[in-house]
């Protein structure tokens, strides 16, 4: 697609319930990333993919956390056991990653996977 | 020490006004990015400006500009000919080194209203 693409835009999980969420990034891009941004926050690292290799998982909370990029395409980011402090927007990002113009390196977001854990 | 300071929590302007988002960043790598991103109530945030260290030019795109004072290490954004539409929350943030793997650190964000 044209865009990246999140899903599912909303969700609401009973606390100590697993999630997925999944990510579509822009066809071509080598670079994947994941951020949370809580309310009113700018969004955080979690982490970043280059194709299929997982390079840096430095921002991830806690080991209930993990993410996959197995064809080095679409993402899936798993919670395990969600907590209350697991509510926040999930966004995935996707660039070509290289070089030093606005081109390569711009990261493009997905509109963001809104959790609520209750 | 914080990377990207947004020292305006909200800002107000009046339509068809300019108005200025200031954006102040640390870092000692001499190869660096700054962005800007706009985000509405929706969620999505959309890429705005993109200035590098070694742009000799600010950088403008449509009425959006980039104030880029390199030796004071601000990058404030400028919008022209504010309209309703552009009322959102809009952050700055920065991509250090040259490598694909640079995330963003992003700033607290400046939340605009455009009055009528």
């Known amino acids: 697609g044209a865009g990246v693409s999140q899903s599912p835009r909303y969700k609401v999980a009973k606390r100590g319930q697993d999630v997925a969420l999944r990510c579509d990034p822009i066809?071509?891009?080598?670079?994947l990333f994941w951020y949370q941004q809580a309310l009113g926050q700018g969004p955080e690292f979690l982490t970043y993919?280059?194709?299929?290799?997982?390079?840096?998982k430095s921002g991830l909370p806690s080991d209930r956390f993990f993410a996959e990029r197995p064809e080095g395409s679409v993402s899936t980011l798993k919670i395990q056991r969600t907590q209350q402090e697991d509510s926040a927007v999930y966004l995935c990002?996707?660039?070509?990653?290289?070089?030093?113009?606005?081109?390569?390196?711009?990261?493009?977001f997905g509109e963001g996977s809104w959790l609520t854990v209750v | 020490a914080q990377k990207i300071t947004q020292t305006q929590p909200g800002m107000f302007v009046q339509e068809k006004e300019a108005v200025t988002l200031d954006c102040t960043y640390d870092t000692s790598d001499p190869s660096y990015g700054l962005f800007w991103y706009k985000q509405p109530s929706s969620g999505e945030m959309i890429f705005l400006i993109y200035q590098g260290s070694y742009d000799q030019q600010n950088a403008t795109e449509g009425r959006y500009s980039l104030n880029f004072q390199k030796a004071r290490k601000s990058a404030n954004l400028v919008i022209s000919a504010s309209q309703l539409g552009d009322s959102a929350m809009y952050f700055c943030a920065m991509r250090e080194g040259d490598g694909p793997a640079r995330q963003l650190t992003f700033g607290s964000g400046t939340q605009l209203t455009v009055l009528p």
């Open positions: 990002a996707s660039s070509l990653g290289w070089g030093r113009t606005a081109s390569g390196n711009t990261i493009y």
């Open positions: 993919f280059q194709n299929e290799a997982q390079l840096d």
């Open positions: 066809s071509g891009h080598v670079s």
